[in-house]
Every structure is written in C-alpha cells, then in structure tokens.
C-alpha cells in the first residue's frame, strides 16, 4: 500500500548534500544521502511479540532499504525496541532458505529438490499416512480421524494462514494438532 | 547554544537498547562479534566502537537501600561537546562542526588517534578492519575514526534512535527546550534521587547529549569540574604541530601515527 | 486482553505479576510511563527477579517461583477481612451473593468429589449452586447466608494470612501489605487497578487458578469491564492470539467452540445439547447461539456437501478419545504412533518441555514438513549435537517460507486487534507464503484422491477449498479472510456480523469471532487515527478487533445498574434509557443494563468467584499447592503438588527431589530474543547484544559454587544438564521460605543448537508436567543443581 510520506521522514532543513564539503563522507559507496530517495513504502505489524506495533518498510528495486516505527500507529507511536529495530535483517539475511531442502532417510546432509517434486512427495506421505492409520469408528462413534499425523505452530502465522491450516488439519482428520499456545 | 540536542532520561529507560539496534540499521552497522556480556549485567559490547554508535550501559543494582533497588540503564553516544577535544587536536582538520553537531569525514582522517586520545567519554574509535556494510554496498573503511554524527549525513526530523525509544528515555528537539524539559524532570525526581542532576550543562562548554542522572555524574563515570573543561586552544596546537613533525617519521603506519601521536602530547604535556 | 495496549494508560494502579513486560512487551511501558506521569499510577511488579520491570517499579516485591497463589490469595484475604471491595459491584456483577451446594466441602487440600485413584475430581455435582424452583441459582445479596460464595470465599481465604504469605513466598510481610494496601485502594468505583501478566502466571501445575486469582481480584474490586482495568494476558507471539482463535489446538474449533469429542459429543445433536443453557432471565448466555456458528463452520468448510439431511457433514470432522496437549503429543510421538508431522514455523527442540526428550520422539516420524524462515533447531534435529544422522530414518522437508513483510495478511495483537500487513518485497529465491504452500499441498493431495480413491476421501475431495482468484496463481489471503468473515451460501453476500449467522445452512462463517472484519470492505485495514467519543484511547476506526470491534469487553460491567459509569471521567459505555453509547456494548444494543446481566459469556451472566460447574478440573476456589519440583513442603495442606494435575507414568521417573537438586530454577526471557530463537538469532545485531545462552544467579550463590561472573558453568538436573555462561548479579537475591534461604537459578530459554548464535537449550531441563485444565508445562519452577564447569 503506497503511503503519502510523512513529515517524520522528510528531510531536516538542511540540504543533505551540502553537509560535506569533503564530498566522501560516511555513506561512502551510497551515492546519494538519501538513503530513503525513490523507495516505495508500505505497512506493516511486527512479527515478534503480541502488542502488534506499526512499522513501515521502505524498499527499492525490490529490496528493503530501510524499516522503521510507524508514527501514525496509536499503540507504538512510531517507536520499537531492538527486536522490531532489527527487522531489516528479517528481511535482508544470507541465512534465509532460498530453496526447498530435503533430508532423505538416514541422510547426512541437505538436498535441493523442486517445488513441484517436494508437493508431489509431501501429498504421496500425507495421504500414505492418512489411508494407513485412518479410523472409522470408535465403538458405535464415527470418529473420522487420523492419528498418524501430526501438526505443530503456527504462532507466528497469518490468521488467514491460521484458519487454512485449522482447516486443511481438520479435513485430514488430524486430532494432534497443538501450537505454541500450549508451551 | 541554538540548535539541537538528544535527552537522556536513566530514570525512563527500560534497558529495551532499540537506540543501539535502529542506529545500526539507519546506518547499516554490522553487529559486533561478541561471546558474553562486555560490561555489568547486560551491557554489550563493553563500549562505543567504530561500528557501535549507540550504546546502552546497564550498572550494577544499588540496593543500599534493600526497600528501593536501583538499577541505571544510561544511553549513551557522542556528547557532541560545544567545546571538542577531538576537533582541537584533529591535525587534519577532519572533524567540523555541522549544524552544531560534531562530525568526523572520514576522507579527511588519516587514523592519528588523536581524537580518540583526547576524548575523555570514550566515544570516537578507530576501525581496526575493513567491514563490510551490512545489508548495503560498501564498506566501512579501516583505519578512519568513527562515531555517532546525529544522522547528520543522511538527516530526518528526528534521527531513529530517539524515534524508537518506546519509554521517552531518549529524545531529540531544539537544546532549550530540552535543557528546560531535563531540569524539571530534575525537580520531580528530586525527592526519590535527592542528587539528581542534568548532565552537560556545562561540561565542555555544554554538550549536545544531555543526561538526567540519577546520581552525581562520577557515579556514572562522567567527568565534571576541571576535568570536564577543553584542552587549551594553544596547547592543541603544540600537540598538533609536534605531531605534524613525528608523522614524518611513522611511514603511513596507522599503528605508528597513533604511537607518534601519544609521544606527542607528552611532549607538550 | 480484555482491554487493550493504549487502555493501560487509564489505569490507577499497574499490578505486573508474572510478566516482565519492560523486556518482553517494551511498547507497554510508553502506556505505564503516561499513566505514571499523568494519572500519578503506582506501579507494583511482583517477581522472583529484580528485572527491568521492576527497575520501573513504584514497589517491588519479590516471591519464590510458584508461589503467586498464595501471594494472590493472601490480597484476596486482605481484601476480604477489611472490606476492601466494590460492594454494589460485587453483589450485581459477580456470584458473591450465589448460595452454594450444602454438600459442597473443603478439607486439607481437596474439594468434595476427588477421586485419588485417578489423580482428579471424577465428580463435581457439588461444585453447583443451589437453585430455586424455575432452576434459577438462589441468591442472598446481603451476603450474609453461610452458605454464599462470599462467606465460603471470606473463610477459604481466611487461611491466607500475611504471615503465611510470608513464609511460603519470601516475599517480606511488609511488602506484601504494602502491595495489598495499594492493590485494594482500587475498589473505590474512581480507582482502577489493570493486571498485566504473562508467562509467569500459565506455566504452573496451577497456571489455571493463577489467572482465575487475578480475575477474581478483579472481580472483587469492580475492575473488570471499565477502562484501565480488566485482565490482561500479555501474548508473546505477534499471532499468538489469532493462531488460538483459529484454533491450531486439539481441544478448540475455529472461535472457542469445543472439538467434538467421542464421548461429549457423538453426534450433531449432542454437540449442540451441550450448548450453555440457562433459565435466568437476567442471563444473555451468548453461548446459547453456538449451533449458529457451528452449522456456519461446517458450511464454510464442506459447502455444498453440508446439507441438513446430513447434520451438515458434522461427523466429517474428527472425534477425539483423549486430551492430546503438546506433552502428550510428544509421548505419543515417542512411541510411534504418528508416521509424520507438519511444523508450521514452531521449533518445539528448544520451546517444548523435557527437549531431549522431545529430539528422541522426532527420530521416530517416518517424515517431518517443516516450513521456516530458515534452517530452525528442529529442523535439524536429525544433525543435532550427539545424534548420528545415519541412525536417523526421518524423512525431512525444508520448505522456504515468506517473512511477515513479505506477504499480505493479518495478525492479531494482544488487545485482539486484528491488523492487516501489506507485501514490501517478495520472498528470497523460491520461497512462498505459507497460506500458498498449504493451498498447493491440499490442491495436491485432492488430486492423489481423486485419482487413487483412498480412505474416507469426502472431506478432502468435498471441502469447500477455491482460494485462487482468477486470473491468478497463488492463493489469496483475502478470499480466506472473507470466507472467515462470513457470507450467505446462496448469494455469496458478505455477512455483516455473528448476528447475521444461521444454524440452517444459509450462512457460511470460518470463524464466528471474526465475523464483521470483512463484511464488504477490509476492517482490518483501517488506519483511522481518530479516537471515539469518550476519549479514552479506543481508536474503533483503527483495524478492527474481535468481538465486533469492540476494544474492552465486559463493558455492562463499566456501568451500574442504571446504566451510569462507575467512573464518568474515563467511562466506556453509558446507557441513554433507550441505547448505549461509546464502545459497541456487550450483548447487543437493546437490552438496558437493569435487563441483563454484564459477563455474557458465563451462563450465570455473573462473573465467577466460585467456579461453579465443570469448567475448572481442579476447585472452584484457589488453592496453593507447591511446584511438581519444590525445595519446601506445602504449609497449607498436606497435598504436595496440585492432585489435579496429570502425572503422566512414562516420565514419573524424571522428576528430582530437593536433597538431589537444591537450587529453584526458573525460565524466562529478554527483549533481544525472541521465543525459540530462530527469528532472532539468525540477526546479527540481536547476536550482538546476547550472543549465547546464560544463566543468572546471586552473589552467595555465586561464591558458595566458586563461580565468578562470566565463568561457563553446568546445570543440571534428572533430565539433563546444560552449559551456561553466568551472570552473576545483585538483581537474584535469596528468599526466605519456611525460614530456610532458597538460592535460584534462572535461565533464558531461546538458546539451542541451531541458527547463527548457538547455546544449549534451557528445556532440556524442564519437566513434563503441566496445569490441571490446560497442560502447559511447568516451565517456571522446578529443581537443578549448578556447578563451575573445569
């Protein structure tokens, strides 16, 4: 959702270029001391803990330039504290999985595998596990369910995201179904 | 004094150190390499580094009275002092004075130390290695002394560090009105801290980070009285000129010049 | 929360207990901060540790982990002895004035009905009220009958005197009668006191009486329903609240309404006869229309198939036999009796209970979906330190997953607001959103059916699954969120709200607690900054917030019978003789306040300070009881740990004794990390600041063990040991407990053997058991011993 900018992020009355007459300053390398020039804004809610404070994200060329409290936001005002300050490297970190892994059976080390080959071979256990293990009945009781399978978290989901997988378990039968709630 | 200012508050601050992480960000810091705590309780690192500009200090809890404990969690970053040391004795003439903020370029620094040798809050450091920009191109370049420049090279309305400071421990405006804030915020303390104090009113000619103590500043390590004054304008040029006829003699070394550096403030010492 | 984060800014007195809200909920502290300076509020913090909270604190008052319910229960007895409540309130709004069962008794520990057999109270026919001839509960609002709650409660709780409180906390008599003194100056209807807690309070063999003390408190000093008051559970995860009301637990369907369960409820009708009755006229009993959301439920997730001929596919949904809480999950996973299991963002090596335990069970699945961020501590569990990946059969799946701002949706916060996020950037490489990779497994999975047959196929290949709008290809989180929002089947209208859901099949609703967040426009959206009438910081026109928008809820209770506010300078809602105005008023607009009762959701419409019927499994009053693992006995009865709480046989040798381990321990966490650690230590300026795992301990403690600040040291008890740096501080200090010095040993918890900053997990040390009703783990206390490591 593009934002109008905010008189918070605008520049200060000086002229940002002519603070050093050197020419090569700190930002070195960053052609421009706008760090924030011709980015696209947009909003959002920390991922971390449960008071839901605004931040904006700032990115360029698809990438995230800058993140930063949301001042319209009533609950945070505009601030944060070190986890929602540290966003950013959510976002921009060689750590994030950028492939599909596979640990097969016994296996010593990650594979890369497709998309495509990891559904295929996810659907083929899901529903081996489900006609294997499923019960009927309990007694007179239609019970419909299938213990060999399990699901965990969820927590840091989307509710959208929460409702899909609350529903998707249910379909399959699932009764163990636990998440961070309970721990 | 006009212009602007940061307030720190110790009695607000919750120790939350989003100051330390959003100057990281602003700037795009790396992270320091660290393996425990650097100082008392959660302090890490130990200090301001060329690559940390923000930095929040936990003390030790003072339970002298058992009833009321006292944990200080101080902000801290450069001062900002209206009289510097390290621009006194800057031999390259590096560190200016920009909208009154004091700022390093570092395309002018040659490593001397001597802006790290005089500064008595241990604020300016060198860079001991290149460093890779985090998240950005670039790097931060070895051997250049750097420190907090207010967000001066790349300025908002209010620089994030104050911006996130969820308790109202650290903030930013025009001096005076924060000089009126922090001593009223003195007075309704006063009874619980009976020596309070706000910090930086005089120190080096007054400074541009001022602090709301709980206690008297030596508690905290800051220097008041004499040695809170500036180094003498004529002695900061000896030093400088001593220095300008030892460089010679350190081939470029940066490990040398900050050698020659010391030697040299001995001699006009 | 039953207010709200900006809501703590009305309050008089902030009473933090079992939360250290300065490092975990650091934006709290602006709304302390404000009521603090502008309202004069005194802060209380109530913890085991000096921590940050309590650096903030007007009064700081330190008690034994584990002990809350006799610290609770000895304000409960101030409270009570001084006549220190909200009388008008307590008399109208709670059921202090309900007469009890003649039968119902107490003795040395126990309720009537327990059955020591089965370690639980098999029959609770005594735990009722006694009721008149239309089976409407008998009353005496004068509370003098003897058999009125608020003369049993008076005498339960007389027990709990300072010095006992003193005895078994540590907490300083003089401390603790400064916190009451203050606590209970909120029962002038112009004082309102808001419980902040957390963590500290759940993850106890009496989690569950540890709130219910809380909001009993509340309920005694008429703080529940105004602004600045109510309860206030702090979530640690940003959709910790939302993933609960959407139910990802075994026990709940999407919006609180039980999971069928074989013998509660074998068929449709029986679910719906276990519906919340009353005949209370003064009873709104919401519960009453929980067929509605049912029906509206299985709409949504079966469609078409749902028909009223086949109780709208009711038994498609699955029965269980028997609680399966984490804990138990795990020991069935030990013995195999799942082949596989999804994790969807959770890294349970490090956050579950007993993890060395936890890493053994996963060794048994046949295969593991993991979806993360990156590479978690579970996830390679198979590679972890001490396991040999070639013993290893698991099968695992690693699918890349997007980042908060990388994918559109919403979360919900503490205060129940749910807040739509917008997409900043797409993910790394080929990752997608979970919702995609969900949408694309199930799609999956329907066509394996399809092709193949299988068992029971209906609900996978019936279910009302088209989360694709077209033209694209990725699924859509707004055709899920409209479809949790509600719409009539034949039309496909958006509905309004809950009001508009029918039990016949013309309404469609995932979940009925959400309805009116869609209802055409995007509520969830909004970003309206202006704030409501009585300008006490709602802000209704910011994102939109379950129930129906409305920011505090048991707001009846915010008024008097008249409908007058308890508090005209800082009140919710008023009565005008004819309609309500300011918040969107509990149980609909019509019913005037002398009509209806205010807790809406109790079939009593009354708040319980008798928890009458089967809701609790372990008394309807509080009751102290020690840790599973205590260094002292228990000075109030002779039961030793709560005789509700499930001892499960597989794990009944893991438990240490006090001459094995001495030292309390206790977990908890700090503001650089997060949860288990893989959001945060894989950040190099969080890494910066807490690099590894560390414990913290008192300076006697400290020289007993010739342990110096910095040094590494070992932890240990009968189900692990751990190494740790120490943090050695004046911040832990001994506590007095039965005239003994008890020394602590606390630890944070996000550590483990993954991620960038590696550490040993906390959890390999806690113990397997949990509360009575809910099964949360005792994190919080349980035995170790320390020592230098060489």
């Known amino acids: 959702m593009p934002l109008s900018r905010r008189d918070f992020l605008k520049l200060s009355g000086m002229t940002a270029a002519g603070a050093f007459v050197g020419g090569a300053s700190f930002l070195t390398g960053c052609k421009s001391a706008d760090k924030l020039r011709g980015t696209r804004e947009s909003t959002t809610i920390c991922p971390y803990c449960g008071v839901g404070c605004g931040l904006i994200v700032s990115a360029r060329d698809g990438k995230i330039i800058n993140t930063e409290g949301d001042p319209d936001h009533p609950i945070n005002r505009g601030a944060l504290c070190a986890k929602g300050s540290a966003l950013f490297q959510v976002g921009v970190n060689e750590r994030r999985l950028d492939k599909v892994q596979y640990r097969k059976p016994y296996g010593t080390e990650w594979e890369e595998i497709s998309w495509d080959d990891a559904i295929k071979r996810i659907a083929r256990r899901v529903k081996d596990a489900r006609d294997a293990t499923f019960q009927e009945k309990e007694g007179a009781v239609t019970v419909n369910r299938t213990p060999g399978i399990a699901s965990l978290g969820g927590a840091a989901l989307d509710n959208e995201e929460c409702y899909i997988l609350s529903k998707f378990m249910r379909t399959l039968g699932v009764t163990y179904l636990e998440h961070q709630a309970r721990i | 004094m006009s212009g602007k200012a940061f307030l720190v508050d110790t009695t607000k601050c919750s120790g939350c150190r989003a100051c330390q992480v959003s100057c990281k960000q602003w700037n795009n810091l790396p992270g320091e390499k660290t393996t425990f705590f650097g100082g008392p309780e959660y302090t890490n690192p130990a200090e301001l580094s060329a690559i940390t500009f923000n930095h929040v200090k936990f003390f030790p809890v003072d339970r002298s009275n058992p009833e009321k404990p006292v944990w200080t969690i101080m902000h801290k970053k450069c001062y900002h002092c209206e009289e510097a040391n390290c621009m006194r004795v800057c031999p390259q003439h590096a560190i200016s004075r920009v909208e009154g903020w004091v700022v390093i370029d570092q395309s002018l620094c040659i490593g001397c130390g001597a802006c790290v040798n005089e500064c008595v809050y241990n604020v300016p450091h060198i860079l001991d290695e290149d460093v890779k920009r985090y998240g950005a191109e670039g790097i931060i370049k070895k051997d250049k002394s750097y420190k907090c420049h207010a967000c001066m090279e790349n300025p908002r309305e209010v620089p994030l560090c104050a911006r996130h400071c969820p308790t109202g421990a650290l903030t930013y405006g025009e001096r005076a009105a924060l000089v009126k804030r922090g001593l009223a915020r003195v007075k309704e303390i006063s009874a619980e801290y009976p020596h309070a104090n706000l910090y930086g009113l005089e120190e080096f000619g007054g400074l541009r980070t001022l602090t709301v103590l709980k206690d008297r500043p030596e508690k905290y390590g800051l220097p008041v009285g004499e040695k809170a004054k500036a180094i003498d304008l004529a002695k900061a040029e000896a030093i400088r000129d001593t220095y300008a006829f030892l460089s010679i003699f350190t081939f470029g070394l940066p490990s040398l010049k900050r050698v020659a550096y010391r030697i040299s403030k001995s001699m006009v010492g | ?790």
């Not at chain 3, 699945?365 to 330190?385: C, G, N």
């Not at chain 3, 209770?557 to 809602?573: C, I, L």
């Not at chain 3, 005008?576 to 009593?604: L, Q, R, Y």
């Not at chain 3, 997990?761 to 009703?773: M, R």
């Open chain 3, 1 to 790: 929360m039953t207010n709200h984060w900006i809501d703590i800014k009305n309050s008089d007195v902030i009473f933090i207990i079992g939360s250290n809200a300065a490092e975990n909920h650091p934006a709290s502290f602006r709304w302390i901060l404000d009521a603090m300076q502008n309202r004069g509020a005194k802060l209380i913090v109530v913890d085991p540790r000096f921590t940050k909270s309590a650096s903030m604190a007007s009064l700081y008052a330190p008690l034994r982990p584990g002990t809350d319910l006799a610290f609770l229960g000895g304000i409960m007895n101030y409270a009570l002895q001084k006549d220190l409540i909200q009388k008008e309130y307590v008399v109208e709004y709670t059921n202090a004035a309900y007469l009890v069962n003649p039968a119902f008794k107490f003795n040395d520990g126990l309720f009537s009905g327990y059955d020591a057999g089965k370690r639980s109270y098999g029959d609770r026919a005594t735990w009722t009220y006694q009721v008149d001839d239309k089976k409407v509960p008998r009353q005496d609002k004068s509370l003098k009958d003897p058999q009125c709650v608020y003369q049993l409660m008076k005498k339960h709780y007389s027990r709990y005197t300072p010095e006992m409180v003193e005895r078994v906390t540590g907490c300083p008599k003089e401390t603790f009668l400064k916190v009451a003194e203050i606590y209970t100056s909120t029962h002038k209807p112009n004082r309102v006191a808001t419980i902040m807690y957390a963590m500290g309070i759940t993850q106890h063999t009496v989690g569950t009486q540890n709130v219910r003390a809380l909001a009993m408190l509340q309920l005694l000093m008429g703080n529940m329903g105004v602004a600045g008051g109510g309860i206030n559970a702090l979530r640690g995860e940003s959709n910790v609240q939302g993933s609960t009301d959407h139910a990802l637990l075994f026990h709940i369907l999407p919006g609180y309404l039980p999971a069928p369960d074989v013998k509660s409820h074998p068929t449709f009708e029986a679910y719906n006869n276990t519906a919340p009755k009353t005949e209370d006229p003064m009873s709104i009993n919401w519960w009453s229309h929980r067929p509605k959301y049912l029906v509206s439920q299985l709409k949504a997730f079966y469609g078409d198939a749902a028909t009223k001929e086949n109780n709208f596919c009711y038994d498609w949904l699955p029965k269980k036999s028997k609680g399966v809480p984490f804990i138990v999950l795990f020991e069935d996973m030990l013995k195999g009796v799942m082949k596989g299991a999804f994790f969807m963002g959770t890294n349970p090596i490090v956050g579950g209970p007993n993890a060395n335990r936890n890493a053994l069970a996963m060794e048994k699945l046949d295969w593991l979906v993991a979806a993360d961020l990156w590479e978690t501590d579970s996830s390679i569990f198979w590679k972890r330190p001490g396991a040999n990946p070639t013993q290893i059969k698991t099968e695992v799946f690693l699918l890349p997953a997007a980042a908060s701002m990388e994918k559109e949706g919403s979360v919900s916060n503490s205060g129940r607001w749910a807040q739509w996020r917008y997409k900043a950037v797409n993910p790394p490489g080929v990752a997608k959103t979970d919702l995609d990779i969900m949408d694309l497994l199930f799609r999956e999975l329907r066509e394996l059916y399809k092709k193949e047959g299988g068992k029971f196929p209906d609900p996978i290949l019936k279910a009302n699954w088209n989360y694709i709008e077209h033209g694209e290809h990725e699924a859509s989180p707004h055709l899920v969120a409209k479809e949790i929002n509600g719409y009539t089947w034949a039309d496909k209208k958006q509905v309004k709200n809950f009001v508009d859901l029918k039990d016949d099949g013309s309404t469609a609703c995932g979940n009925w607690l959400y309805s009116g967040s869609y209802p055409g426009k995007n509520l969830m959206a909004r970003r309206g900054t202006k704030d409501a009438s009585n300008k006490i910081g709602m802000f209704p026109e910011w994102s939109w917030c379950w129930p129906l928008n409305r920011r505090i809820i048991y707001n009846r209770a915010a008024v008097n019978r008249k409908g007058e506010p308890w508090d005209d300078t800082r009140w919710v809602v008023k009565w005008t003789g004819s309609k309500w105005k300011g918040d969107i008023v509990d149980g609909g607009p019509t019913a005037g306040p002398e009509a209806k009762n205010p807790f809406i959701m109790n079939n009593e419409g009354v708040g319980r300070l008798f928890g009458a019927g089967k809701v609790l499994t372990d008394g309807p009053f509080t009751e102290h009881y020690e840790p599973m693992e205590s260094p002292t006995t228990n000075l109030f009865n002779s039961q030793k740990v709560n005789p509700a709480s499930a001892i499960l046989n597989e794990v009944a040798g893991q438990f240490g004794n006090a001459g094995q381990y001495p030292y309390i321990a206790t977990s908890y966490r700090v503001v650089e990390h997060w949860q288990a650690g893989a959001m945060t230590r894989n950040l190099p300026w969080l890494n910066e600041l807490v690099p590894d795992m560390f414990c913290e301990i008192s300076t006697s403690l400290a020289a007993a063990k010739g342990i110096k600040n910095g040094d590494r040291v070992r932890i240990y008890n009968a189900r692990g040991n751990i190494r740790a740096y120490a943090l050695v501080t004046e911040r832990m200090q001994p506590l007095m407990v039965n005239g003994k010095p008890v020394e602590m040993i606390g630890m944070i918890w996000h550590f483990g053997p993954g991620c960038a900053a590696t550490g040993d997990a906390c959890n390999q040390l806690t113990p397997s058991i949990g509360d009575a009703n809910t099964m949360i783990p005792e994190f919080k206390a349980f035995l170790a011993d320390i020592r230098k490591e060489a």
